[in-house]
Protein backbone atom coordinates (compact mmCIF):
# COMPACT_ATOMS: atom_id res chain seq x y z
CA UNK A 1 0.00 0.00 0.00
CA UNK A 2 1.37 3.41 -1.06
CA UNK A 3 0.30 7.16 0.08
CA UNK A 4 0.52 10.17 -1.70
CA UNK A 5 1.81 12.95 -0.15
CA UNK A 6 -0.01 16.28 -1.61
CA UNK A 7 2.14 19.53 -2.88
CA UNK A 8 0.29 21.47 0.18
CA UNK A 9 1.21 19.03 3.08
CA UNK A 10 4.50 19.50 1.64
CA UNK A 11 4.20 23.02 2.04
CA UNK A 12 2.66 23.18 5.40
CA UNK A 13 5.79 20.46 6.68
CA UNK A 14 8.39 23.05 5.26
CA UNK A 15 6.67 25.46 7.26
CA UNK A 16 6.46 23.86 10.70
CA UNK A 17 10.34 22.72 10.08
CA UNK A 18 11.13 25.99 9.22
CA UNK A 19 9.33 27.57 12.14
CA UNK A 20 11.25 24.97 14.64
CA UNK A 21 14.74 25.63 13.10
CA UNK A 22 14.06 29.34 13.73
CA UNK A 23 12.90 28.38 17.27
CA UNK A 24 16.25 26.29 18.19
CA UNK A 25 18.61 28.93 16.36
CA UNK A 26 16.68 31.40 19.06
CA UNK A 27 17.42 29.51 21.84
CA UNK A 28 20.94 28.11 21.06
CA UNK A 29 22.16 31.13 19.22
CA UNK A 30 21.01 34.57 21.02
CA UNK A 31 21.44 37.83 18.71
CA UNK A 32 24.39 39.82 20.27
CA UNK A 33 21.61 42.86 20.99
CA UNK A 34 19.59 40.87 23.47
CA UNK A 35 23.29 40.58 25.28
CA UNK A 36 23.94 42.34 28.11
CA UNK A 37 26.69 42.82 30.55
CA UNK A 38 25.83 40.57 33.49
CA UNK A 39 27.80 39.77 36.71
CA UNK A 40 28.78 36.07 37.42
CA UNK A 41 25.84 33.69 39.09
CA UNK A 42 26.72 33.12 41.78
CA UNK A 43 24.71 30.57 44.41
CA UNK A 44 21.64 32.56 46.79
CA UNK A 45 24.49 31.23 50.17
CA UNK A 46 27.37 33.24 48.73
CA UNK A 47 28.29 36.98 48.56
CA UNK A 48 30.44 37.45 45.71
CA UNK A 49 33.45 40.43 46.19
CA UNK A 50 36.79 41.05 43.98
CA UNK A 51 39.82 40.38 45.47
CA UNK A 52 41.64 43.59 45.36
CA UNK A 53 38.54 44.99 47.84
CA UNK A 54 39.04 41.57 50.22
CA UNK A 55 42.77 42.32 50.02
CA UNK A 56 42.88 45.77 51.07
CA UNK A 57 41.67 48.20 53.45
CA UNK A 58 38.98 49.76 51.27
CA UNK A 59 36.45 48.51 53.14
CA UNK A 60 38.19 48.26 56.65
CA UNK A 61 37.79 47.27 60.44
CA UNK A 62 37.54 50.01 61.95
CA UNK A 63 35.42 51.00 64.84
CA UNK A 64 32.36 52.79 64.83
CA UNK A 65 31.95 56.68 65.40
CA UNK A 66 32.78 59.59 63.08
CA UNK A 67 34.67 58.68 59.83
CA UNK A 68 37.44 59.95 58.87
CA UNK A 69 37.49 62.14 54.96
CA UNK A 70 39.81 60.53 52.75
CA UNK A 71 41.11 62.68 49.99
CA UNK A 72 42.69 60.71 47.62
CA UNK A 73 44.99 58.61 49.15
CA UNK A 74 46.25 54.97 48.06
CA UNK A 75 44.81 52.60 50.76
CA UNK A 76 47.43 49.68 51.92
CA UNK A 77 46.60 46.46 49.92
CA UNK A 78 48.82 43.93 49.03
CA UNK A 79 51.29 43.33 46.10
CA UNK A 80 49.47 43.84 42.54
CA UNK A 81 46.17 45.71 43.86
CA UNK A 82 46.41 49.49 44.02
CA UNK A 83 43.89 51.14 45.35
CA UNK A 84 43.10 54.67 45.84
CA UNK A 85 40.51 56.22 46.88
CA UNK A 86 38.26 59.22 47.89
CA UNK A 87 35.34 60.17 50.61
CA UNK A 88 34.34 58.94 54.01
CA UNK A 89 36.01 55.88 55.44
CA UNK A 90 34.29 52.00 54.33
CA UNK A 91 33.56 49.85 57.17
CA UNK A 92 32.25 46.12 56.55
CA UNK A 93 28.93 47.00 57.31
CA UNK A 94 29.17 49.25 54.25
CA UNK A 95 30.49 46.00 52.11
CA UNK A 96 27.41 44.01 53.67
CA UNK A 97 25.02 46.87 51.81
CA UNK A 98 27.48 46.64 48.52
CA UNK A 99 27.19 42.67 48.95
CA UNK A 100 23.80 42.74 49.06
CA UNK A 101 23.08 45.10 46.08
CA UNK A 102 25.54 43.12 43.92
CA UNK A 103 23.53 39.84 44.93
CA UNK A 104 20.32 41.31 44.33
CA UNK A 105 21.92 43.10 40.68
CA UNK A 106 23.89 39.95 38.97
CA UNK A 107 20.01 38.37 38.02
CA UNK A 108 19.38 41.36 35.67
CA UNK A 109 21.65 43.28 33.21
CA UNK A 110 24.34 45.32 35.30
CA UNK A 111 23.75 49.21 34.73
CA UNK A 112 20.79 49.05 34.53
CA UNK A 113 18.25 50.05 37.20
CA UNK A 114 17.50 47.76 40.11
CA UNK A 115 14.79 48.12 42.13
CA UNK A 116 13.96 46.67 45.25
CA UNK A 117 12.28 47.77 48.23
CA UNK A 118 14.08 48.21 51.99
CA UNK A 119 12.44 45.47 53.46
CA UNK A 120 14.43 43.27 51.04
CA UNK A 121 17.48 44.96 50.78
CA UNK A 122 17.25 44.72 54.85
CA UNK A 123 16.48 40.79 54.41
CA UNK A 124 19.72 40.02 52.37
CA UNK A 125 21.70 41.56 55.12
CA UNK A 126 19.69 39.84 57.77
CA UNK A 127 18.48 42.46 59.24
CA UNK A 128 14.83 43.27 60.55
CA UNK A 129 12.72 46.20 58.84
CA UNK A 130 12.78 48.89 61.51
CA UNK A 131 12.77 52.64 61.11
CA UNK A 132 16.67 52.70 62.83
CA UNK A 133 17.97 50.01 60.18
CA UNK A 134 16.52 51.92 57.32
CA UNK A 135 18.24 54.98 58.33
CA UNK A 136 21.36 53.43 58.79
CA UNK A 137 20.69 51.83 55.08
CA UNK A 138 20.17 55.10 53.67
CA UNK A 139 23.68 56.47 55.31
CA UNK A 140 25.14 53.68 54.03
CA UNK A 141 23.84 53.77 50.56
CA UNK A 142 24.74 57.16 50.53
CA UNK A 143 28.44 56.45 51.61
CA UNK A 144 28.49 54.42 48.72
CA UNK A 145 27.48 56.56 46.15
CA UNK A 146 29.29 60.25 47.51
CA UNK A 147 32.89 58.22 46.81
CA UNK A 148 35.67 57.80 44.17
CA UNK A 149 37.78 54.40 43.79
CA UNK A 150 40.34 54.09 41.36
CA UNK A 151 41.37 50.18 41.54
CA UNK A 152 43.90 48.38 39.24
CA UNK A 153 43.66 44.65 40.16
CA UNK A 154 45.20 42.32 37.25
CA UNK A 155 45.51 43.71 33.90
CA UNK A 156 42.07 45.91 34.58
CA UNK A 157 41.65 49.63 35.82
CA UNK A 158 38.38 51.09 37.48
CA UNK A 159 37.66 54.77 37.87
CA UNK A 160 33.97 55.26 39.31
CA UNK A 161 31.96 55.30 42.31
CA UNK A 162 31.14 51.82 44.03
CA UNK A 163 27.29 52.77 43.49
CA UNK A 164 26.75 55.01 40.33
CA UNK A 165 23.08 56.05 41.01
CA UNK A 166 20.40 55.41 43.99
CA UNK A 167 17.38 57.11 44.55
CA UNK A 168 14.16 56.47 46.90
CA UNK A 169 10.14 56.38 47.25
CA UNK A 170 9.75 57.12 50.55
CA UNK A 171 6.24 55.91 50.46
CA UNK A 172 6.96 52.75 49.37
CA UNK A 173 10.32 52.37 50.50
CA UNK A 174 11.26 51.33 47.08
CA UNK A 175 14.56 51.68 46.20
CA UNK A 176 16.09 52.50 42.73
CA UNK A 177 20.01 51.63 42.55
CA UNK A 178 22.37 51.39 39.17
CA UNK A 179 25.69 49.94 39.24
CA UNK A 180 28.36 50.90 36.43
CA UNK A 181 28.37 48.26 33.86
CA UNK A 182 32.26 49.17 34.13
CA UNK A 183 32.56 46.84 37.49
CA UNK A 184 32.44 43.52 35.25
CA UNK A 185 36.20 42.75 34.74
CA UNK A 186 36.45 43.17 38.56
CA UNK A 187 34.32 40.06 38.44
CA UNK A 188 36.30 38.25 35.97
CA UNK A 189 36.79 34.01 36.69
CA UNK A 190 40.49 34.53 38.73
CA UNK A 191 39.36 38.16 40.51
CA UNK A 192 36.87 37.73 42.38
CA UNK A 193 35.89 35.59 45.73
CA UNK A 194 32.31 34.05 46.94
CA UNK A 195 32.10 34.39 50.50
CA UNK A 196 30.09 31.93 52.40
CA UNK A 197 27.40 34.43 53.91
CA UNK A 198 25.97 32.50 56.80
CA UNK A 199 29.52 32.68 58.39
CA UNK A 200 30.16 36.26 57.72
CA UNK A 201 26.80 36.94 58.99
CA UNK A 202 27.66 35.28 61.87
CA UNK A 203 30.05 37.48 62.77
CA UNK A 204 28.05 40.40 62.45
CA UNK A 205 29.61 43.47 64.93
CA UNK A 206 33.16 41.93 65.06
CA UNK A 207 34.33 44.39 62.00
CA UNK A 208 37.94 42.73 62.43
CA UNK A 209 36.92 38.78 61.99
CA UNK A 210 34.71 39.89 59.28
CA UNK A 211 37.67 41.34 57.05
CA UNK A 212 39.85 38.41 58.58
CA UNK A 213 37.37 35.96 57.12
CA UNK A 214 36.99 38.05 53.86
CA UNK A 215 40.49 38.06 53.52
CA UNK A 216 41.45 34.63 54.15
CA UNK A 217 38.56 33.41 51.81
CA UNK A 218 40.19 35.23 48.38
CA UNK A 219 43.43 32.88 49.11
CA UNK A 220 43.56 29.45 48.06
CA UNK A 221 46.34 28.59 49.95
CA UNK A 222 47.50 31.31 52.67
CA UNK A 223 51.10 31.86 53.59
CA UNK A 224 51.96 32.78 56.75
CA UNK A 225 51.49 36.64 57.52
CA UNK A 226 53.33 39.12 60.32
CA UNK A 227 51.02 40.70 62.31
CA UNK A 228 51.65 44.55 61.84
CA UNK A 229 50.98 43.65 57.92
CA UNK A 230 47.58 42.50 59.04
CA UNK A 231 47.08 45.59 60.88
CA UNK A 232 48.31 47.53 57.54
CA UNK A 233 46.06 45.45 55.38
CA UNK A 234 42.60 45.57 57.37
CA UNK A 235 42.85 48.98 57.58
CA UNK A 236 42.59 49.35 61.71
CA UNK A 237 43.46 52.58 63.52
CA UNK A 238 44.43 50.50 66.55
CA UNK A 239 47.72 50.67 67.58
CA UNK A 240 49.91 47.40 67.22
CA UNK A 241 50.12 46.52 70.60
CA UNK A 242 46.34 46.86 71.18
CA UNK A 243 45.73 44.78 68.16
CA UNK A 244 47.65 41.87 68.97
CA UNK A 245 45.31 41.39 71.72
CA UNK A 246 42.34 41.40 69.97
CA UNK A 247 43.76 39.68 66.67
CA UNK A 248 43.53 36.07 68.65
CA UNK A 249 39.82 36.76 69.66
CA UNK A 250 39.02 37.63 66.31
CA UNK A 251 40.73 34.79 64.86
CA UNK A 252 38.90 32.85 67.11
CA UNK A 253 36.13 33.88 65.59
CA UNK A 254 36.28 33.16 62.84
CA UNK A 255 37.72 29.18 63.49
CA UNK A 256 33.87 29.13 65.61
CA UNK A 257 32.41 30.59 62.79
CA UNK A 258 33.75 28.50 60.20
CA UNK A 259 33.28 25.45 62.17
CA UNK A 260 29.92 26.08 62.59
CA UNK A 261 28.92 26.22 59.16
CA UNK A 262 31.57 23.26 57.59
CA UNK A 263 33.93 25.59 56.76
CA UNK A 264 37.63 24.54 57.79
CA UNK A 265 39.59 27.58 59.28
CA UNK A 266 42.53 27.35 61.93
CA UNK A 267 45.68 29.63 62.77
CA UNK A 268 48.62 30.08 64.93
CA UNK A 269 50.32 32.97 65.84
CA UNK A 270 54.29 32.04 65.97
CA UNK A 271 56.29 35.00 66.90
CA UNK A 272 55.29 37.85 64.87
CA UNK A 273 53.72 35.17 61.86
CA UNK A 274 49.88 34.55 61.60
CA UNK A 275 49.74 31.03 59.99
CA UNK A 276 46.53 29.86 58.69
CA UNK A 277 44.94 26.55 57.36
CA UNK A 278 41.73 26.32 55.43
CA UNK A 279 39.87 23.95 53.13
CA UNK A 280 40.22 25.62 49.38
CA UNK A 281 36.45 26.09 48.03
CA UNK A 282 35.25 25.33 44.45
CA UNK A 283 37.28 27.39 41.89
CA UNK A 284 40.19 27.46 44.48
CA UNK A 285 40.57 24.22 44.32
CA UNK A 286 40.65 23.98 40.37
CA UNK A 287 43.48 26.66 40.96
CA UNK A 288 45.68 24.79 43.02
CA UNK A 289 45.18 21.51 41.15
CA UNK A 290 46.49 23.56 37.67
CA UNK A 291 49.38 25.14 39.79
CA UNK A 292 50.29 21.82 40.64
CA UNK A 293 50.24 20.35 37.03
CA UNK A 294 52.31 22.91 35.67
CA UNK A 295 55.74 21.82 34.84
CA UNK A 296 58.82 23.06 37.65
CA UNK A 297 61.22 25.28 36.10
CA UNK A 298 64.20 23.54 36.66
CA UNK A 299 66.56 25.37 39.03
CA UNK A 300 70.37 26.34 38.66
Given at each position: MSFAVTSSETARYEVLMANARSRIKTIQEPEASQKGVQLPLWPVGVRAVPNGFLRSALFGAIAKGRRRYVNGE??????????????????????????SVLHAVRLQELGGQCRLTSYALLKLMGKTDTGKNRATLQNRIERLVANAVTVKQGRYTYIGGLIRFAAKDEETQ???????????????????????????????????????????????????????TLLRLCGSESELRRYRQTLGDALDAVAEASSAHGEGFSYEIRGDLVHIEKKAQGAQRRHLAKKASRPRKPRG
Open positions: DLAAVDGVTIRYKGERLDQGDLDVWEEWVIELDEKLRPLFAADQFTQIEWAVRHELDGKPLAQWLHGFYASHAKPFPMKVE
